[in-house]
T-cell receptor, first 114, second 113 residues
Framework: AQSVTQLGSHVSVSEGALVLLRCNYS??????LFWYVQYPNQGLQLLLK??????LVKGINGFEAEFKKSETSFHLTKPSAHMSDAAEYFC????????????FGTGTRLLVSP | EPEVTQTPSHQVTQMGQEVILRCVPI?????FYWYRQILGQKVEFLVS????????KSEIFDDQFSVERPDGSNFTLKIRSTKLEDSAMYFC???????????FGPGTRLLVL
């Protein structure tokens, strides 16, 4: 069975500081990995995804993530936080095969202070 | 830009009543999904649907739940007899093909009283 662990239910940064949101996965088959963002009272928007191509994946809004198989990690980073980045971030994993249901982590709420 | 739409945005119902949540996936997408998010918890997979049949379902998706695509555009989730614990945000998602991005709708917030 696949699973995702997100360390830290809340992360606080100052505007302009580095954002690092951690995600570790468990999968017995080659995984696809995703980061989604959820703004208050909205649906889920894809930030970026890893589907076995380049291990460093660039997404929208200046975010990127690196797939590290040896560490079973897919941490999300952004060099400089903006106030508008404040949201809930979900890491998710799916099978590379099958019908590819997404298995989500518990989410990390990013708080950005001025 | 095409998007997944869901109606209603909010639904309040009495325990034991039937509810139907509606979704209009992106028009050329072939794979459809329902997920739910209980308040304060993570998003959970309910069911996937392809070629007019369920392809996978979770243990949450019991006999009280059903899905169908009654026409070429709508994708519905029915809960026959709602329970208090069905209160959640329900998200529909669709994708054009396996390995492609799943696009999510804005969700329907269901409250069962």
């Amino acid at each position: 069975a696949q699973s995702v662990t997100q360390l830290g239910s809340h992360v606080s940064v100052s505007e302009g500081a580095l954002v690092l949101l951690r995600c570790n996965y468990s999968s017995s088959v080659p995984p696809y990995l995703f980061w989604y963002v959820q703004y208050p009272n909205q649906g889920l928007q894809l930030l970026l995804k890893y589907t076995s191509a380049a291990t460093l994946v660039k997404g929208i809004n200046g975010f990127e993530a690196e797939f590290k198989k040896s560490e079973t990690s897919f941490h999300l980073t952004k060099p400089s936080a903006h106030m508008s980045d404040a949201a809930e971030y979900f890491c998710a994993v799916s099978d590379a095969a099958g019908f590819q249901k997404l298995v989500f982590g518990t989410g990390t709420r990013l708080l950005v202070s001025p | 830009e095409p998007e997944v739409t869901q109606t209603p945005s909010h639904q309040v119902t009495q325990m034991g009543q039937e509810v139907i949540l509606r979704c209009v996936p992106i028009s050329n997408h072939l794979y459809f999904y329902w997920y739910r998010q209980i308040l304060g918890q993570k998003v959970e997979f309910l069911v996937s649907f392809y070629n007019n049949e369920i392809s996978e379902k979770s243990e949450i998706f019991d006999d009280q739940f059903s899905v169908e695509r009654p026409d070429g555009s709508n994708f519905t989730l029915k809960i026959r007899s709602t329970k208090l614990e069905d209160s959640a945000m329900y998200f529909c998602a669709s994708t054009q093909g396996l390995g492609e991005t799943q696009y999510f709708g804005p969700g329907t917030r269901l409250l069962v009283l």
